[in-house]
Structure formats: C-alpha cells, structure tokens
C-alpha cells in the first residue's frame, strides 16, 4: 500500500542528505516496506519492519554520520540499521537540487497514522563543483 507520496522540494544546488523520521500513532500495524526517491531512483529497503505505536525510527544519511535508530524497539537494541536491506541505497540516498518525488509503502491495519517528516542543509555548488 502506497500510504505516502510527497513532493519535497531541495532549494539548494547540490545534493541533500537528510535526516529522516517515521512514526506510527495508533491503529493496530504498520510494516514498513520501502522509502523510495522516484525523482533518483534510490530506495531504502526495509526488512518488513514492524512499526510500533507511538514509535519513530530516524535515519540519518548526513555524510560520517548513517545510522537507523529507534526510539521504542521491541529490543534493547536501539540501533535498526541492519533492519534497512539489500538492495538499499543507504550510502547514496540523497534528495536531487528542486522537486523529489517520495514514496513510503507501508503495509497497515486497523488505520494508522504514519509521519514522514525530512530535515536538511541546504547546500550550494561553488565555483570549483563542490557542494558548500
């Protein structure tokens, strides 16, 4: 089931690695399928991820910095990364400089609600081809 279809919209020049958050409130499932960028074509893949109620997962895919975390696992571990597939583009998933296209497919039950919220710097090309 195709639950999210945005238009995010990148203001700046040069590629944007954002920090990602997913939340589920209520309803009685959310699976979690994939993430994907239509505009790129990069996906992230989820291992068929069971979103808790009232539970937000945070991908953040800053350059040094890719990590998934939960904040209300269903374990101690809090880290989830190795809940994020092959064949994903973890290290190359990025929003393309104006308009992208996103889809979550998520499997729900019993009407969840589902957030997909995105944060980034907006980054500029220089002179030289560099973002700054």
């Known amino acids: 089931v195709d639950l999210a279809a945005a238009l995010v919209n990148n203001p700046g020049s040069a590629?944007?690695?954002p920090v990602i958050?997913?939340?589920r409130t209520g309803g009685t499932s959310a699976?979690?399928?994939e993430l994907t960028n239509v505009t790129s074509g990069k996906t992230l893949h989820f291992d068929?991820?069971?979103?808790e109620s009232g539970e937000t997962i945070t991908i953040d895919l800053r350059q040094?910095?890719?990590?998934?975390?939960?904040?209300k696992p269903p374990t101690l571990d809090l880290n989830i990364v190795n809940r994020i597939t092959g064949p994903s583009d973890l290290g190359?998933?990025?929003l393309?400089?104006?308009?992208?296209?996103l889809r979550l497919l998520v499997t729900p039950a019993g009407s969840p609600t589902?957030?997909?919220n995105l944060r980034w710097a907006i980054k500029h090309r220089g002179a030289d081809g560099g973002a700054t």
């Open 15 to 17: 590629l944007a690695w």
């Open 21 to 23: 958050e997913i939340t």
């Open 31 to 33: 699976t979690l399928t």
């Open 48 to 51: 068929n991820y069971a979103l």
């Open 64 to 71: 040094n910095h890719k990590s998934a975390f939960s904040d």
């Open 92 to 94: 190359t998933w990025a």
């Open 96 to 101: 393309q400089p104006g308009g992208n296209q």
């Open 114 to 116: 589902i957030t997909l």
